[in-house]
């Protein structure tokens, strides 16, 4: 399979996955879910689609941390080809495009990975 399929398979490992545990720090918001979930997201991460303009991360974490104490899962994941990474929890989604100098997003299911977004958008794809 190509790269962004591969990828996509794994992030459907996502989905149904509720958010435990909102990290935030200098290396950029981390995401940890029920079972094997892990999400990590750096700038430019979006609320809405990717023409949406780019949010803080601090106001991220604000929008995701009240969805841990409700356990809100994860309702769509995937990846297009140009490495955009798109997620949807409930009525919030995000989305963390591609970057041209650093990685921009990293993602392992229970289906495997990780599942890195390289510079230039190309995905690595572990399982």
Do not use: K
């Not at 591969?6 to 720090?25: H, K, P, R, T, Y």
């Not at 023409?51 to 995937?78: G, H, Y």
């Amino acid at each position: 399979m190509a790269p962004t399929q591969d990828a996509n398979e794994i992030l459907q490992g996502l989905v149904g996955a509720s958010l435990e545990q909102v990290c935030f720090g200098q290396d950029g918001v981390q995401l940890h879910l029920s079972g094997q979930g892990h999400i990590g997201l750096t700038d430019p991460v979006r609320e809405g689609g990717p023409e949406a303009p780019a949010v803080p991360l601090l106001v991220i974490v604000s929008r995701l941390a009240p969805l841990t104490l409700d356990q809100v899962s994860i309702s769509a994941a995937d990846v297009d080809p140009a490495g955009t990474l798109t997620l949807t929890f409930g009525a919030l989604t995000l989305t963390c495009s591609s970057d041209d100098a650093y990685e921009s997003w990293t993602a392992t299911s229970d289906r495997g990975g990780p599942v890195i977004c390289l510079p230039g958008g190309e995905l690595a794809v572990f399982e």
